[in-house]
Protein backbone atom coordinates (compact mmCIF):
# COMPACT_ATOMS: atom_id res chain seq x y z
CA UNK A 1 0.00 0.00 0.00
CA UNK A 2 2.69 2.49 0.84
CA UNK A 3 4.20 1.72 -2.90
CA UNK A 4 1.27 3.17 -4.08
CA UNK A 5 1.02 5.95 -2.42
CA UNK A 6 4.20 6.67 -3.15
CA UNK A 7 3.89 6.23 -6.79
CA UNK A 8 0.78 8.21 -6.58
CA UNK A 9 2.90 11.15 -5.17
CA UNK A 10 5.35 10.67 -8.12
CA UNK A 11 2.51 11.05 -10.43
CA UNK A 12 0.74 14.32 -8.99
CA UNK A 13 4.07 15.78 -8.90
CA UNK A 14 4.79 15.14 -12.72
CA UNK A 15 2.24 18.03 -13.11
CA UNK A 16 4.73 20.67 -11.97
CA UNK A 17 5.38 23.30 -14.49
CA UNK A 18 8.59 23.79 -13.51
CA UNK A 19 9.62 20.60 -14.14
CA UNK A 20 8.08 20.05 -17.17
CA UNK A 21 9.63 23.69 -18.87
CA UNK A 22 13.16 22.08 -17.36
CA UNK A 23 12.39 18.88 -19.24
CA UNK A 24 11.48 20.45 -22.30
CA UNK A 25 14.24 23.31 -22.32
CA UNK A 26 16.43 19.90 -22.70
CA UNK A 27 15.04 18.57 -25.57
CA UNK A 28 16.34 19.13 -29.44
CA UNK A 29 14.17 22.10 -31.03
CA UNK A 30 13.89 20.00 -34.28
CA UNK A 31 11.97 16.62 -32.25
CA UNK A 32 9.69 19.51 -30.67
CA UNK A 33 9.01 21.34 -34.11
CA UNK A 34 8.44 17.66 -35.32
CA UNK A 35 6.07 16.98 -32.65
CA UNK A 36 4.30 20.91 -32.69
CA UNK A 37 3.55 19.76 -36.86
CA UNK A 38 2.43 16.20 -35.99
CA UNK A 39 -0.34 17.31 -33.64
CA UNK A 40 -1.20 20.21 -35.52
CA UNK A 41 -1.56 17.89 -38.31
CA UNK A 42 -3.91 15.93 -36.71
CA UNK A 43 -6.29 18.80 -35.14
CA UNK A 44 -6.69 20.45 -38.25
CA UNK A 45 -7.02 17.37 -40.78
CA UNK A 46 -8.92 14.59 -38.14
CA UNK A 47 -6.85 12.28 -39.15
CA UNK A 48 -4.54 9.94 -37.35
CA UNK A 49 -2.09 11.87 -35.32
CA UNK A 50 1.53 10.84 -36.83
CA UNK A 51 3.82 9.77 -34.09
CA UNK A 52 6.99 9.27 -36.20
CA UNK A 53 8.22 11.81 -33.70
CA UNK A 54 7.62 9.22 -31.04
CA UNK A 55 10.77 7.26 -31.72
CA UNK A 56 13.34 10.27 -31.48
CA UNK A 57 11.87 11.81 -28.55
CA UNK A 58 12.19 8.20 -26.73
CA UNK A 59 16.15 7.94 -28.10
CA UNK A 60 16.77 11.24 -26.50
CA UNK A 61 14.85 10.43 -23.62
CA UNK A 62 16.78 7.51 -23.09
CA UNK A 63 20.48 8.85 -24.59
CA UNK A 64 20.04 11.52 -21.22
CA UNK A 65 18.68 9.92 -18.37
CA UNK A 66 19.80 6.39 -17.04
CA UNK A 67 18.78 3.59 -14.52
CA UNK A 68 20.29 3.81 -10.97
CA UNK A 69 18.33 0.63 -9.26
CA UNK A 70 16.81 1.82 -5.86
CA UNK A 71 18.77 2.57 -2.80
CA UNK A 72 18.65 -1.15 -0.55
CA UNK A 73 15.46 -0.24 1.86
CA UNK A 74 15.97 -1.30 5.81
CA UNK A 75 14.90 -5.26 6.43
CA UNK A 76 14.80 -4.88 10.45
CA UNK A 77 11.23 -4.86 11.94
CA UNK A 78 11.88 -1.76 13.82
CA UNK A 79 9.30 1.56 13.33
CA UNK A 80 10.10 3.08 9.80
CA UNK A 81 8.70 5.64 7.89
CA UNK A 82 8.46 4.25 4.80
CA UNK A 83 7.72 7.35 2.74
CA UNK A 84 10.55 8.99 3.85
CA UNK A 85 13.03 6.20 3.33
CA UNK A 86 11.66 5.48 0.05
CA UNK A 87 11.66 9.25 -1.21
CA UNK A 88 15.32 9.29 0.64
CA UNK A 89 14.17 12.30 2.91
CA UNK A 90 13.15 14.82 0.34
CA UNK A 91 9.43 16.11 -1.66
CA UNK A 92 8.93 14.36 -4.84
CA UNK A 93 9.09 17.42 -6.13
CA UNK A 94 12.53 17.64 -5.28
CA UNK A 95 13.28 14.30 -5.55
CA UNK A 96 12.58 14.19 -9.46
CA UNK A 97 14.53 18.01 -10.06
CA UNK A 98 17.39 15.78 -8.96
CA UNK A 99 16.93 13.10 -11.33
CA UNK A 100 17.01 16.10 -13.90
CA UNK A 101 20.31 17.52 -12.74
CA UNK A 102 21.54 14.13 -11.98
CA UNK A 103 20.27 12.61 -15.23
CA UNK A 104 19.43 9.22 -13.07
CA UNK A 105 16.88 7.70 -11.07
CA UNK A 106 14.72 4.69 -10.71
CA UNK A 107 12.23 3.19 -12.32
CA UNK A 108 9.52 4.94 -11.04
CA UNK A 109 11.12 8.02 -11.33
CA UNK A 110 11.95 7.89 -15.23
CA UNK A 111 8.24 7.20 -15.85
CA UNK A 112 7.47 9.82 -13.90
CA UNK A 113 9.81 12.32 -15.72
CA UNK A 114 8.64 10.95 -19.07
CA UNK A 115 4.93 11.62 -18.43
CA UNK A 116 6.06 15.29 -17.20
CA UNK A 117 7.73 15.45 -20.27
CA UNK A 118 4.71 14.37 -22.55
CA UNK A 119 2.25 16.02 -20.27
CA UNK A 120 4.52 19.34 -21.11
CA UNK A 121 4.11 18.45 -25.02
CA UNK A 122 0.39 18.39 -24.85
CA UNK A 123 -0.34 14.72 -24.85
CA UNK A 124 -2.63 13.24 -22.69
CA UNK A 125 -0.41 10.22 -20.83
CA UNK A 126 -0.56 8.65 -17.23
CA UNK A 127 1.47 5.91 -15.76
CA UNK A 128 -0.47 2.38 -15.36
CA UNK A 129 1.45 -0.12 -13.32
Not at 10 to 34: E, H, K, N, P, Y
Not at 42 to 67: C, E, I, K, M, R
Request: charged share 15%; proline share 4%.
Amino acid sequence: MTCLCIKECLLCDVMSFTLQARLLSMVDSCIIGRVEEGTRVASTTGQAQDVSWLTPLLQWFHSTFAYEPPAELPTSNSVVDWPAVQLGGVSVTQQLEQCVDKRRGDADQLGALLVALLRALGLLTRTVW
